[in-house]
């Protein structure tokens, strides 16, 4: 196959081309192929590809949980260090716990951030085990029908699957609750008794006094800062959408302790173990302005496998009517209805906009209710 006619057919370079169609009375010896958009792949190929992709989404996810680590680290290394040198006699200062507090804040939100890039690769890991290695597991082998548009999503647009208040939530109720706690005793310990046990609670606030701001200020902010730390983790719990943690499974825990049980409406509300994300992926909506309008809705209905509907319309430059093709599809096939209007008609318009919400058709079911 020359060049020009590679380009017009969207066959990729290095991918054999189909051989010639076996006679009706030849046996079917060959190993079957999976195709797809042009490509054509054995099943042994593609289960190959997908077991290094997965290698590689575990490799990176574990490179980004050990930076969690890393950073939980920093934070607990500066706290010993600093707690050290307050209760020192001769150097023994309160306002070192103070500026430590600041940096283990630091340190709470840079590992919220590497957290939300961890949960990027997580979520891909995750997605393959449940929908690719589990169903191998569990014949006949039947995926989920949207695993693979939304992996595929996924590495064409990566996007964050976490929000930062989770994240913070997470970390902080995880790790950094206990680094503040004890540094909040630190530092009443620290005032109280140094340099020597304070008499009354009058002489406290007089030590608890930093440069010029009072004491009573300086206690008031400490208790508003962790009262806030503390509100924002309650607040986070009901957020879950984080894919790289092990829930409790739901109905397993002794009655005391079940989700069910304690919180009954956030039980049906999803706080049960995460098996695989579940979400609206992006829908778009194509308009097609055209001459080719038949040979380009035969190649969408069965090659993209998507209804298309046509309506009339007219250029009101040139006066002349002209057929609009309106089809809705996913984000990760623009490129191939793009291949394919191209092809066929290059002088045709593609207009592709979002869709709030595309029902029925192949899309969500009529009816479905989207969660909000």
Known sequence: MDEQTR???????????????????????????????????????????????????????????????MTTNWAVLTTGATISVAFTRELGNHSVIILNTLLVTLFLFIEARRYRFYEVWSTRV????????????????????????????????????????????????????????????????????????????????????????????????????????????????????????????????????????????????????????????EQLLALIITDQAQAISEKILHEMKRGVTALSGTGMYTGQTRTVLMCALTVTEVGQLRSIVGALDPKAVLIVSPAREVSGGGFTPLGDKLDS
């Not at 079957?32 to 290698?55: C, D, I």
């Not at 939530?169 to 995880?174: D, H, K, S, T």
């Not at 109280?192 to 606030?205: D, G, N, R």
């Open 7 to 69: 380009s017009k057919v969207n066959i990729p370079y290095n991918v054999p081309e189909a051989g010639p169609t076996p006679t009706p009375h030849e046996a079917p010896t060959a190993e079957p192929v999976w195709t797809f958009r042009g490509y054509r792949l054995k099943a042994s190929e593609f289960n190959q590809a997908m077991v290094h992709f997965f290698r590689s989404q575990v490799s990176r996810a574990d490179a980004w949980r050990q930076r969690l680590d």
């Open 126 to 281: 995750r997605l393959m085990e449940t929908d690719f290695f589990a169903s191998m597991l569990v014949p006949p082998f039947q995926p989920a029908a949207d695993w693979a548009e939304s992996l595929a999503e996924n590495l064409l647009q990566p996007h964050f699957t976490i929000s930062l208040a989770e994240a913070l939530g997470r970390r902080y109720r995880r790790n950094y609750i206990w680094i503040y706690l004890i540094l909040a005793v630190a530092w009443l310990a620290n005032v109280w008794m140094y340099p020597a046990p304070v008499q009354s609670f009058a002489e406290f606030l007089d030590r608890a006094a930093l440069g010029p701001l009072p004491g009573w200020v300086t206690l008031a902010l400490g208790v508003l800062f962790n009262v806030a730390m503390l509100v924002m983790g309650l607040l986070t719990v009901t957020l879950q959408e984080a894919a790289g943690e092990v829930w409790p499974r739901y109905g397993t825990a002794p009655d005391l302790f079940r989700i069910e049980k304690v919180f009954p409406k956030q039980a049906q509300k999803g706080w049960r173990a995460w098996f695989r994300r579940s979400y609206q992926r």
